[in-house]
Every structure is written in C-alpha cells, then in structure tokens.
C-alpha cells in the first residue's frame, strides 16, 4: 500500500509541471498578429522588448521579454541557443541580445515582470537611461539570471492581472 502512494506521488510530481504548463497555454487567448510563443502578447506592440531566439536545430521563436525567454530556455534545455536578439529600448531595432547594454531597472514595472530588464545598443543611451530613470547596468546573463530570480513573483502578478482583467477591473491596463 505504502509503494503504491510513494509511486503515485513520484508519476504526479513528474507530470503535474507538465499539465500546469499545459493549462496555462491552453487557458489564454493569443492576441491577432505576431504573438509571444509563451503569452499571446502582441510583438509589434512590445517591439522595445521582443526577443528572437533560434536554436540549433534551426527552430525559431518569438518572445516578449526576458520573463518569457527565461521559460523558453528552461523548456528548451536540450536545445543551444544559436542566435538571440532583442528589441532595442529607444530605437526598437532588433540587437544582438549578448553585445547589448543591458539596465536592471528595480522600482519600476517591465514587460511581464516586476522589475525591467531594458536592453540598449548603446552604452551611453542605457547610462542616459539610468541617469533618468535609476537602475544598474548589467548583462545578458544577469538580466536573465534575474528573470529567474523574478520568476515566482512574476507570474504571481500575471495571474492576479489577468483576473483582474477577466472580471473587467483593469480597463485599459496592460502587463
């Protein structure tokens, strides 16, 4: 009997990450035109953020932000990132994701996140930037290493967001 609750625990533990995932992109509605592979959300819109990964397979896909890129990568871990660009902050023009300038902005909301990871193709527009708005200058690897850090609270205000939005009290808002 014990053997039998210890194997039905051990099959849930490993499929139920697999059904939430599953809920989550079933229970959201993807927006018209190019949309985040993760969370619908319009890519022309959230140009200043979007980020495009293709891996070495030659699979390519389309993200909002770092938020979203972090969860592609953690699902895609058997996968090498070939190439990664990302929306230039001031210009929108996509920008090698590594070579950019990145600013860790902590008291103000990003894209499907708490705190924003703004890339720049300039060092000194992410310094204007930071001399304006506050927040550290960092890297690629830092900004996502922050996504993960976010992670738990990140999606914990998405969900409360698009409940509000479900029950018609964020008219207007976005993420």
Not at 104 to 126: H, S, Y
Not at 148 to 157: G, P
Request: positive net charge; aromatic residues 6%.
């Amino acid at each position: 009997m014990n053997q039998v609750r210890l194997g039905l625990i051990i099959v849930l533990s490993i499929l139920m990450p697999a059904m939430l995932i599953a809920a989550e992109h079933g229970g959201h509605k993807k927006m018209a035109g190019p949309g985040c592979h993760y969370c619908g959300m319009n890519l022309e819109k959230f140009s200043h953020s979007a980020i495009d990964i293709t891996y070495d397979d030659e699979s390519k896909t389309g993200l909002c932000s770092v938020h979203c890129l972090a969860i592609d990568l953690a699902l895609n871990i058997d996968k090498a990132p070939v190439t990664l660009t990302v929306g230039d902050f001031n210009t929108k023009q996509k920008i090698d994701a590594h070579a950019a300038y990145w600013v860790l902005d902590e008291k103000n909301p990003g894209v499907m996140t708490g705190r924003a990871k703004w890339a720049f193709a300039q060092k000194t527009d992410a310094e204007t930037f930071i001399s304006k708005n506050g927040g550290t200058l960092i890297s690629f690897e830092d900004a996502v290493e922050a996504a993960y850090m976010d992670m738990h609270k990140d999606t914990q205000m998405i969900r409360k967001k698009r409940k509000m939005r479900k029950s018609g009290k964020m008219m207007g808002h976005q993420m």
